[in-house]
């Protein structure tokens, strides 16, 4: 995978990140249009899809960032917090797998920083589109 091509999994990653932090508020949790599981494809320079980002953010301010590519999914866990109308921070504390077995293991290293506050934009077009730091995702219903 290129360089630009991790650059873009771990923007979109943090982006989806940041998603789940609009779900800090427990008491609002269902009010909040960012509850729930959002969908991003990643393209290449080319335009060809490359990654399908899948995104849950709960009530309880955790955040679940399913990352699937052609060579295997990575899953990222964490917490958000809303910082304003349009700001979310997010911490991903961990990540799966961390190694890939075949003949023999070889590390599989996280493609967004571990136990680092990250803040991004969000905003929210409309009931079925969100936007964070210029990435679009899709409500899943």
């Known amino acids: 995978m290129s360089n630009l091509n991790a650059g873009k999994i771990a923007l979109a990653v943090a982006a989806a990140a940041t998603m789940f932090a609009s779900l800090n508020a427990p008491a609002k949790a269902q009010n909040l249009p960012l509850v729930g599981v959002w969908t991003e494809s990643v393209h290449d320079a080319q335009g060809k899809p490359f990654a399908v980002i899948v995104d849950e953010f709960r009530a309880d301010g955790m955040i679940h ?4 590519v052609t060579n295997g999914i990575t899953d990222y866990v964490g917490r958000y917090e809303v910082a304003s109308a349009s700001t979310i921070t997010v911490r991903f504390d961990d990540y799966g797998p961390k190694q890939n077995c075949v003949a023999v293991c070889l590390p599989i290293p996280p493609v967004v920083p571990m136990g680092v ?21 899709h409500r899943q219903m």
Not at 118 to 131: A, E, K
């Open 117 to 137: 506050v990250q803040t991004m934009n969000v905003q929210f077009p409309n009931d079925y589109t969100m936007v964070i730091n210029g990435e679009e995702f």
């Open 65 to 68: 960032v399913r990352m699937m």
